[in-house]
C-alpha cells in the first residue's frame, strides 16, 4: 500500500513542477503578459487557466520563422490558438494566420475574375507597383477617383507600344476585386479567336463567356483594334457586349494602340475590304459613352 501512495505522490510532485515551469514559462511570453495586463488578470488567475494559456502560447511559437503554408507546424495548417476574453473568463479560438487569410482572400477574387487573360507573371500587380512619367501624373488622381467611386466613367488608355496601358489596367482589375466586385479581363485578340472555336466545339460554354463580360462589374478589354475585324468579332461580340453595359452604364476599360479615330477606321472595314462605317459608329459611339479617352505616353517599360 505504501508503494501505491509513494507513486502517487511521485506523480503528483512531476505534475506540480512540470505546471511551475509552465507558469513560468507563461510569465516570460509577450503574447500572455500583455493579455493579462488588458484584462487586469494576475499570477493565479494564469495559474489556475494554465492549459488556455499554454495551448495559445505553444500555438503562437509554431508560427515563429513560418514563411508560407507550406512551411506550418499547426496541427491544422493556417490555424492558431488565439486567446479570447470575455465574461470575465478567458478562452482560447481557433483563427486563420495572416498565410491562410491571403490564400483565402486570392481565392475569392479567383471567383470575382469571370474571366482572366492576365498572364501568370502579373497575377499579384497592385496599383501601388506602378510607376508613372511626370507628364502622366493626372491620370493617376482620376483613376484613384474611380477607384474610389467618385468617378463613374472607365478609361480608354492609348497610346505606343509599352506604355504601361496594360499594366495599368491589371493593377486596377486587381484594385477592383480587392474591393470585392467581379471583374473580367480580356485579351481582345485571344478572346476572338476563342469564341470562333467555342461557337462550333462549345456553344453553351461560348454564351457563358459571353454573358460574363457582359455581368462583370468592371470589364478590362486589352489590346481593342488589334484583332481582324469581322461582323462576327465586330458586331456578335464586341457591340453585343459593349451595348448592354451602356444600356447599365457598368464600368468599362479599353486599351489600345489606336486612337479612337484610328479604331473606327479599323472597324469601318472587314477583312474583305467592305466598308461598314454605320457599324463602326455604332461600336465606337458606345466605347466613347463608357470611356475617356487619354493617350498614355513615357518611355517604353517593356524593357
Keep these: 500500500m505504501s508503494d501505491i501512495l509513494d507513486e502517487l505522490q511521485k506523480r503528483q510532485e512531476k505534475i506540480r513542477r512540470y505546471d511551475e515551469e509552465r507558469l513560468q514559462r507563461l510569465q516570460q511570453d509577450p503574447l ?92 499579384d500587380l497592385r496599383f501601388a507597383d506602378l510607376t508613372f512619367d511626370a507628364d502622366n501624373k493626372e491620370l493617376i488622381l482620376n483613376l484613384e477617383k474611380v477607384l474610389t467611386g467618385e468617378e463613374k466613367k472607365g478609361y480608354y488608355l492609348y497610346g505606343d507600344f509599352g506604355t504601361g496601358k496594360t499594366y495599368i489596367s491589371i493593377a486596377l482589375c486587381h484594385e477592383f476585386l480587392q474591393q470585392g466586385k467581379s471583374c473580367a479581363f480580356v485579351k481582345v485578340n485571344d478572346f476572338v479567336a476563342r469564341q470562333r472555336k467555342l461557337i462550333i466545339e462549345d456553344i453553351e460554354e461560348q454564351e457563358k463567356e459571353i454573358e460574363a463580360l457582359k455581368r462583370a462589374d468592371v470589364l478590362f478589354l486589352d489590346d481593342i483594334g488589334n484583332e481582324g475585324v469581322s461582323s462576327f468579332s465586330r458586331d456578335d461580340l464586341l457591340f453585343t457586349v459593349l451595348d448592354y453595359r451602356m444600356e447599365r452604364k457598368k464600368l468599362t476599360f479599353f486599351t489600345s494602340n489606336q486612337d479612337l479615330n484610328s479604331l473606327r477606321q479599323h472597324y469601318a472595314y472587314d477583312k474583305k475590304l467592305k466598308e461598314e462605317k454605320l457599324k463602326a459608329d455604332r461600336l465606337l459611339e458606345r466605347i466613347r459613352i463608357l470611356a475617356r479617352p487619354y493617350c498614355l505616353g513615357g518611355r517604353d517599360r517593356r524593357g
Design 32 to 123: 500572455v503578459t500583455a493579455f493579462l495586463q488588458e484584462h487586469s488578470l494576475d499570477r493565479d488567475y494564469l495559474k489556475d487557466h494554465l492549459r488556455i494559456f499554454d495551448d495559445a502560447s505553444s500555438s503562437r511559437k509554431l508560427c515563429q520563422n513560418c514563411r508560407s503554408l507550406a512551411d506550418c507546424q499547426q496541427e491544422r495548417a493556417g490555424e492558431r490558438w488565439q486567446l479570447q476574453f470575455a465574461g470575465g473568463e478567458a478562452y482560447t479560438t481557433l483563427e486563420y494566420c495572416p498565410y491562410a487569410l491571403q490564400k483565402q482572400k486570392k481565392q475569392q477574387e479567383k471567383k470575382q475574375l469571370l474571366y482572366n487573360d492576365i498572364p501568370e507573371d502579373l497575377q
